[in-house]
């Protein structure tokens, strides 16, 4: 516990700094990303190109948020699990956040990797996203696979398993962030980390963004 205290104080310092210097947009702009498209928008809005056959390698995801045990997972996949929403999902990965098309047919088959952010397997920020809706009688009909995000607090456990490793997270800040506030997506931190986007609050609102973050604590391999 120690351990994660430290590491989560530098990380905020060190976030803190980067994120009023512009260096997360920097970093985006120097791999010639323009980091001002990068946090998604309107959910019914039209799509901006053809998906079609982009997700082809993956089986359409069942209408259930609870659709894997750890039994069944293929274990050098991609899933995000979070026990307390009761939620455990495929993920998806590299999904440009730009392309709306993109993003929301990716829906159909879990949840959303961002492109250009990391992996849990390297130091970094990983960026999960996916859609939430305020009518949760909705949510699985419309692939809304976070809309039970608002009930995850901080303290809270987030496991992620990436190719044959089972890595631990703890929830250590909850951020409501502007739509415009696009400096917030990112796969630059000195620390591992992953960092959950759903619209709200109100959940599913479009007038603001809520960032669920969690510190790497454990890493085991899979059994």
């Keep these: 516990m120690k351990k994660f205290l430290i590491i989560f104080v530098i990380w905020i310092i060190i976030n803190i700094v980067l994120y009023y210097l512009g260096a997360f947009n920097t970093i985006l702009s120097s791999a010639g990303v323009d980091p001002s498209v990068f946090v998604p928008t309107g959910f019914n809005s039209a799509p901006t190109t053809n998906p079609q056959n982009a997700f082809s390698g993956y089986e359409i995801a069942k209408k259930v948020f609870n659709e894997f045990t750890e039994q069944t997972i293929d ?16 993920v998806i990965p590299n999904v440009d956040p730009r392309d709306q098309g993109l993003y929301v047919d990716s829906w159909n088959y879990g949840i959303s990797h961002g492109e250009f952010t990391s992996t849990p397997d390297k130091i970094g920020l990983t960026y ?39 890595y631990t997270y703890i929830v250590s800040e909850i951020l409501v ?6 400096g917030y997506y990112t796969g630059a931190s000195p620390v591992s980390m992953v960092r959950m986007q759903f619209c709200g609050p109100p959940t599913g609102s479009l007038n603001a963004r809520t960032l669920v973050d969690a510190l790497l604590v454990t890493t085991e391999p899979i059994n």
């Design 75 to 90: 274990k050098n996949g991609f899933y995000l699990r979070i026990d307390k929403i009761n939620l455990f999902k495929r």
């Design 177 to 182: 962030v502007s739509p415009d506030a696009t």
């Design 128 to 166: 999960l996203f996916a859609h939430a809706t305020s009518n949760k009688a909705d949510a699985l009909d419309q692939n809304a696979w976070f809309t039970y995000m608002d009930q995850v607090v901080v303290g809270d456990t987030v496991i992620i398993y990436y190719e044959g490793n089972k």
